[in-house]
């Protein structure tokens, strides 16, 4: 079993629909949380960053995590066409250097 | 601020060569370097953790001697690809972590990624 666990997809929704992007893990020591989203052919731009359980919102996205399950989300409201690229959840926990990464899920927004 | 630069974009060389790449943290201070390799469609592989003024710590099956890494100074990584060979061709991207102390310290800040097709 992976450490970290990602539908990769591939998602395809309606421009304006609400996307919920999930993970799930195993370690947990986990205690940082983060989401990024990657376009093609480039690097993972970091787009959500959460410390243990909770929610977080920016702008049309939120981040949840709920550390009871293992389980972390991010929401994507009012999509948008530019929304459409890879993302990826990453996870950490206390006083490790390395990321562990989900496979990442594979969204697209179409117009 | 967080911006992580990587030269070069895009790299052609003949097999048996070998190819410097570079990671540079713009606007911060990145005492831990980390360089990530990846498939098409696939998530990123950790190759290897280097720290400033020490030796990199490489991930089980990278061979040490055919990625060499260098973490000369607090802003500046390079990844050496030696005597590449086509299956060395990859996309290669590096990430670094601000200094403990700083908010969001076990947060990675990646480069735009170098993509190294070997002939």
């Known amino acids: 079993q992976k450490e970290v666990e990602q539908d990769p997809g591939p998602l395809s929704v309606p421009e304006g629909a609400i996307v919920s992007l999930n993970c799930t893990y195993s370690?947990?020591?986990?205690?940082?949380f983060m989401w990024y989203r990657q376009y093609s052919r480039k690097g993972p731009e970091l787009l959500m960053y959460?410390?243990?359980?909770g929610n977080k919102e920016d702008g049309r996205f939120t981040a949840q995590v709920d550390k009871s399950s293992k389980y972390i989300s991010l929401f994507i409201r009012d999509s948008q066409p530019s929304d459409s690229a890879t993302y990826l959840c990453?996870?950490?926990?206390?006083?490790?250097?390395?990321?562990?990464f989900g496979q990442g899920t594979r969204l697209t927004i179409n117009p | 601020g967080a911006v992580v630069s990587q030269h070069p974009s895009r790299v052609i060389c003949k097999s048996g060569t070998s190819v410097k790449i570079e990671c540079r943290s713009l606007?911060?201070?990145?005492?831990?370097m980390f360089w990530y390799r990846q498939f098409p469609k696939q998530s990123l592989m950790l190759m290897a953790t280097?720290?400033?003024?020490?030796?990199?710590?490489?991930e089980q099956g990278v061979e040490k001697d055919k990625f060499l890494i260098n973490h000369a100074s607090l802003t500046l990584s390079t990844l050496t690809v030696t005597s590449a060979h086509p299956e060395d061709s990859s996309f290669y991207i590096c990430?670094?972590?601000?200094?403990?102390?700083?908010?969001?310290?076990?947060?990675?800040?990646f480069g735009p990624g170098t993509r190294l097709t070997v002939l």
């Open positions: 990430s670094a972590r601000d200094r403990p102390g700083r908010v969001r310290t076990d947060t990675q800040y």
């Open positions: 370690n947990s020591a986990f205690q940082y």
């Open positions: 959460t410390y243990s359980s």
């Open positions: 990453a996870m950490s926990d206390a006083g490790a250097q390395k990321l562990v």
């Open positions: 606007d911060f201070q990145a005492t831990t």
């Open positions: 280097s720290n400033e003024g020490s030796k990199a710590t490489y």
